[in-house]
């Protein structure tokens, strides 16, 4: 497993020009995050153990490979907090819901906004929040959906890197 480095998380974010990939990227961060996060979780670094107990339980075919059922398992040890599980379970719910979408909504959608305002490390940043809430309910001639859709791409990107700092084991 490699290590994320919060320069390629960014980056990789950064890259991305559309909702769909921007969460398809998000969510694979987020689970190898909690991959990263679930060894420290049933060890006191005994290489057998990991080697022949927790390797195949993360493994790519091994049950805790599905990020709900492994953030599951880490709120119900107790090792999560409710805001957390909260928005990774959210983030990982709207990713599912984009898929099964005909037509991808953009940054500055409704449904956007909506996800946005229900995601706790962005709402808990009041200076951050908003300044979203007064670009978005701003009047016509104040408001570009150019600049409002960057704002919504960097407070996502800023969840995104928050929620990984605290998977740090």
């Known amino acids: 497993m490699t290590t994320l480095t919060e320069d390629d998380v960014l980056e990789q974010l950064d890259a991305q020009n559309n909702l769909l990939a921007f969460m398809t990227t998000a969510q694979s961060f987020l689970l190898q995050g909690i991959k990263c996060f679930l060894p420290s979780l049933f060890v006191d670094n005994d290489e057998e153990i990991v080697e022949y107990a927790v390797k195949p339980l993360l493994a790519r075919s091994g049950p805790l ?11 119900a040890l107790g090792k999560m907090e409710k805001w957390l599980y909260a928005d990774i379970t959210h983030f990982s719910q709207f990713y599912q819901y984009l898929k099964e979408q005909d037509t991808i909504p953009g940054f ?6 909506d ?27 104040a408001w570009s959906e150019v600049r409002f859709t960057a704002m919504i791409k960097t407070a996502l990107t800023l969840a995104v890197t928050t929620i990984l700092k605290e998977l740090t084991p």
Request: aromatic share 14%; with cysteine.
């Open 115 to 141: 996800f946005i305002s229900n995601v706790n490390c962005i709402t808990r940043n009041a200076t951050l929040f908003s300044a979203l809430e007064s670009m978005k309910f701003a009047d016509f001639a």
């Open 65 to 75: 490979d599905d990020i709900d059922v492994a953030l599951r398992l880490i709120y």
């Open 108 to 113: 500055a959608d409704d449904i956007t906004w």
